[in-house]
């Protein structure tokens, strides 16, 4: 989750990884920090908080020198303190930054603490500092002292590290957090992601499983899990960094849910045809897979999560395949049971989510079929380790909450449903096309109630608890408008299926608890109806959002808002506008963290 970011150069690196951490301060913003090294000696700066009390820090103080690394983190061992901030340091020799969690901390603390080592943090990060230290009293260099150190955690890593003695080289090691090492010309870089580095270069080498490099200015020397010396690919990035600016907006969840038309249409952009979609977008092989696909099981986190819960409404329905979809987090931990024929599919806006990446990495000795990845990070590990994949084209995302991501997912997702009904034969496709098609122009239309989704908002700002209410594929879609609800005006909101109502949360209802409810006119509508009776019978107050012709009426105990819909197999798409719009706005007036909110970040890096 952590953000890390180091180099090795002729001229001053600070401010370069200051302005790297603040494009990675979506990963995490309890507190920031940098070290420095220069004519011998370390200068280290940590600050509780975002990059910014950080970067004013550093303009108060020399921080000059040519070989540093800095990080902002997510606190997972230890409070966000100063003290628990990275670098950590062993004495005034060894400096350390970390992303992962390593599981075997205290029993390391434990014996560092036996040879006389003193911890000055609650982190588990510290104890790698020591050990690189306790290592480099027995070692020739710094690189194998890291590598007999980090040989002996358990967890996940990336760490870079640098000795003040020997500060033309740092080393840097990866072991289920990704790293990526950026080439400059006669200076050398690394960071937990290509965003931070593309200032200063366009040319990456993504450092795979257990790999341990030293990186001097003008030399990168990589080593793989068994200590054998290797050439990894490098790689020119066409990675475009365009969240700089907010634009007219005041919160990049609020320019990203305006963008959608445009990343919706990005996202479709040279993938349709005559036949429908374009069944390459998926990979090169993807025609003679998707011909032998008889099952597909879907996995991730959050609200990519969701929106594989509607792919499977989808998938049973118009490809008559089975498909199961599973939180990642659960998935890699249990003993599955894979039928014949099974594509995985991963689903994830970063493509470094710890969990889902897990699953993959399980799910290939498991006899799946293949492996299927929809993704917005071209280079991210789940693209590169997955046989296939379909890039989601939403662009940079920054808001913690997603939303641009998970619309483009559920696009990347309905295409799938055409290319398996294209090679399956299953059924008449003509239509899809064209309901992608105009999929833009509804989004751009459904923004236009963000003025009455803003007056709406208000009735929420004193409230503790919502309940989001749908049925089938907008289930999931009342789901994600209660994820979203909760995670940035932080109101407790759940999901139910409004059919599951009577069996249970029907007692939680009562004047202070609004009930939202996504109602388009499908087949599921009267019954749909019936659970809304169900709650105005009770006291409760809903505010339903609904096609012109499903035919609800707005009266004391009900806010009906017409969302402009076509009524089809993609209106869990258009649904999700509404419901991110009514989230923001609540944000607004509860005043939290919108684009940062509380305890999250944006790429869950550990597990
Ligand atoms: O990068 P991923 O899509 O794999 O991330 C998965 C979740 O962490 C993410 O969707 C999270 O739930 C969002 N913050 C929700 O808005």
Redesign the pocket.
């Known amino acids: 989750m952590c953000g890390i970011v180091g180099g090795v150069a002729q001229r001053d690196v600070a401010e370069i990884l200051i302005e790297g951490l603040r494009r990675l301060e979506y990963r995490g913003y309890d507190s920031a920090g940098l070290a420095v090294v220069h004519d011998g000696e370390i200068t280290r700066l940590r600050r509780l908080g975002k990059v910014k009390a950080l970067a004013e820090a550093a303009e108060q103080c020399d921080t000059s020198g040519g070989t540093g690394i800095a990080h902002t983190r997510w606190a997972t061992h230890g409070e966000p303190s100063e003290a628990n901030a990275h670098p950590h340091m062993s004495g005034e020799k060894i400096a350390l930054v970390h992303n992962g969690i390593i599981e075997n901390h205290s029993a390391l603390r434990r014996q560092l603490q036996s040879e006389g080592y003193h911890f000055s943090s609650d982190t588990d990060t510290e104890v790698i500092a020591h050990l690189v230290d306790l290592e480099l009293k027995n070692s020739d260099s710094l690189l194998e002292a890291t590598q007999k150190a980090v040989s002996q955690l358990e967890g996940a890593y990336g760490t870079v590290v640098f000795d003040k003695d020997n500060a033309d080289k740092i080393v840097v090691a990866r072991s289920g957090s990704p790293l990526v090492i950026g080439l400059g010309i006669g200076e050398n870089f690394v960071a937990s992601d290509q965003l931070a580095l593309l200032p200063v270069t366009r040319r990456f080498i993504f450092l795979e499983e257990g790999d341990v490099a030293e990186i001097s200015r003008r030399d990168v020397k990589i080593f793989d899990e068994h200590g054998k010396q290797v050439k990894r690919d490098i790689h020119e990035s066409d990675v475009h960094y365009d969240a700089g600016d907010k634009g007219p907006y005041r919160h990049y969840m609020l320019k990203e849910i305006h963008e959608q038309p445009q990343s919706i249409n990005d996202t479709l952009e040279g993938r349709l045809n005559d036949q429908g979609v374009v069944l390459q977008s998926f990979g090169s092989n993807a025609e003679s897979l998707l011909k032998e696909v008889k099952n597909i099981q879907i996995v ?6 969701h929106s594989g819960l509607v792919a499977r409404y989808w998938i049973e329905a118009m490809c008559g395949l089975p498909c199961q979809v599973e939180i990642a987090s659960e998935f890699r931990y249990r003993q599955t049971v894979v039928p014949e024929d099974s594509l995985l599919i991963t ?7 710890a969990d ?1 990446l897990a699953a993959l990495r399980k799910a290939k000795a498991e006899g799946f079929l293949a492996s299927l990845a929809i993704c ?1 990070v071209a280079g991210s590990s789940l693209v590169r380790e997955s046989d296939m994949a379909f890039l989601t084209r939403a662009g940079t995302e920054i808001g ?4 641009k ?2 619309t483009t997912q559920l696009v990347a997702l309905a295409m799938l449903v055409s290319a398996v009904s294209q090679v399956k034969g299953s059924g008449d496709c003509s239509h899809l096309r064209r309901d992608l098609e105009h999929l833009p122009a509804l989004i751009e239309q459904n923004l236009k109630l963000a003025d009455s989704i803003e007056a709406l908002a208000e009735e929420f700002a004193d409230k503790h608890h919502a309940l989001f209410l749908g049925r089938g594929d907008q289930y999931p879609i009342a789901m994600e408008g209660a ?2 609800l909760k ?1 940035i005006s932080y109101i407790h909101a759940e999901a139910y299926a409004a059919g599951e109502l009577k069996h249970g949360p029907l007692a939680l209802i009562d004047a202070d608890m609004p009930i939202i409810v996504v109602a388009p006119n499908n087949e599921l509508l009267e019954k749909l109806k019936s659970n809304v009776e169900e709650v105005r019978a009770r006291g409760g107050v809903l505010y339903v959002f609904a096609d012109e012709d499903a035919e609800f009426e707005s009266d004391d105990t009900m806010r009906v808002i017409t969302v402009p819909s076509m009524n089809n197999w993609l209106s869990p798409i258009v649904y999700t506008l509404p419901l991110q719009l009514l989230s923001y706005y609540v944000a607004i007036i509860k005043g939290t963290d919108v684009d940062q909110p509380r305890n ?1 970040a ?3 890096t550990v597990e």
């Open positions: 991730a986190c959050g609200t990519s999560y689903i994830s806006q970063s493509g470094e989510t889902t917005n913690v909450a997603s939303t991501a998970f994820l979203k995670e999250l944006k790429s869950v």
